[in-house]
């Protein structure tokens, strides 16, 4: 059964770098790894998006190895407000999507 | 621009009853999808639509669900006789064009609708 998994927690402090992995080992062939971030009582919102190799933008880093059966998230110089549950998204199909169970990220000062 | 809107934004019920939830998607957006999150958990799939088709409706949870869409934009989801392992936020997200991750699509999220069986 296809399935994405990643770890339930994370605790971190203010400026480190936290690198959240996922693992998908029978996501799709031309499909995109996707995170997501979450707010208590909001809906997530999109951080990043990858296929292969290495994604970056103004909030996140994707690192995606080339057998594709994993994906790193990296957040560099995290902050209080950067404290959210984080979600790993692939396809294994054509029509059904699997999300992570998600990673609770617990920024300090 | 205005986001995914979903209605009601709460609703609590009887079990037993049927209850029915709408999302409005983003204009021009053909991908919709819906979500059930648990209290404390994560996003479980529940059916994709693109345009008013629902090519995969297997992960519905039971046949007490169903979902439809209408005019590439409104799209409810419907609750029979409800249970109270259905208490949950059902969230509507919405993409342009195509499976969002298959093809390159960002999904915007709406606010969701908590429902809560008694």
């Known amino acids: 059964l296809a399935k994405t998994t990643q770890p339930i927690s994370m605790d971190s402090y203010e400026g480190q770098e936290v690198n959240i992995t996922c693992s998908h080992n029978?996501?799709?062939?031309?499909?995109?790894i996707t995170w997501y971030q979450q707010f208590p009582s909001q809906g997530p919102r999109f951080i990043i998006q990858?296929?292969?190799t290495k994604v970056t933008n103004e909030v996140a880093s994707l690192f995606i190895p080339a057998d594709r059966k994993s994906s790193t998230l990296s957040l560099p110089r995290v902050s209080l407000s950067d404290t959210a549950v984080y979600y790993c998204?692939?396809?294994?199909?054509?029509?059904?999507?699997?999300f992570g169970a998600g990673t609770t990220v617990t920024v300090r000062a | 621009g205005a986001g995914v809107s979903q209605s009601p934004s709460n609703k609590v019920t009887e079990k037993g009853k049927d209850v029915e939830l709408r999302c409005d998607p983003i204009?021009?957006?053909?991908?919709l999808y819906w979500y059930r999150q648990r209290l404390g958990q994560g996003l479980e799939f529940l059916i994709y639509?693109?345009?008013?088709?629902?090519?995969?409706k297997s992960g519905l949870p039971s046949d007490r669900f169903s979902a439809e869409r209408t005019g590439e934009s409104v799209s409810t989801l419907t609750i029979q006789r409800t249970q109270q392992e259905d208490s949950a936020v059902y969230l509507c997200?919405?993409?342009?064009?195509?499976?969002?991750?298959?093809?390159?699509?960002?999904?915007?999220f709406g606010p969701g609708t908590r429902l809560t069986v008694l």
């Open positions: 990858g296929y292969k």
């Open positions: 204009s021009g957006h053909t991908a």
């Open positions: 998204l692939a396809s294994y199909n054509d029509y059904k999507l699997s």
């Open positions: 997200a919405s993409s342009l064009g195509g499976l969002a991750g298959v093809h390159d699509n960002e999904q915007f």
């Open positions: 029978n996501i799709a062939t031309n499909d995109y």
């Open positions: 639509f693109q345009g008013n088709s629902a090519p995969d």
